[in-house]
């Protein structure tokens, strides 16, 4: 489970059951946001935090009425077997 914290410069989200956070910060134009990172420490991959973390961005994302644009390579993957947030993906 994931923790989103939602500000007027940033879109955080952290796992509670480990130390890793994703964080979206500016350049934020108008309403639309760029994702540059979705740092995961190693020792915690493969067991489905980043995905949990992505979706927690994305979901931040959409109920500001927002739009994003991928700068990072785990999201553009997790985008692309998650076509749900099309609507909210420009680039």
Do not use: W
Not at 60 to 76: N, P, Q, T
Request: aromatic residues 8%; contains cysteine.
């Amino acid at each position: 489970m994931s923790t989103v914290v939602d500000s007027p410069g940033y879109i955080a989200s952290s796992s509670r059951s480990t130390e890793a956070t994703a964080i979206s910060r500016p350049p934020i134009i108008a309403s639309r946001m760029a994702v540059s990172s979705l740092p995961i420490p190693h020792e915690f991959t493969g067991q489905g935090i980043g995905s949990q973390l992505a979706r927690g961005v994305f979901e931040a994302i959409r109920a500001r009425g927002g739009k994003v644009v991928l700068r990072c390579s785990f999201m553009g993957g997790f985008y692309a077997r998650h076509p749900e947030y099309s609507d909210i993906v420009i680039g």
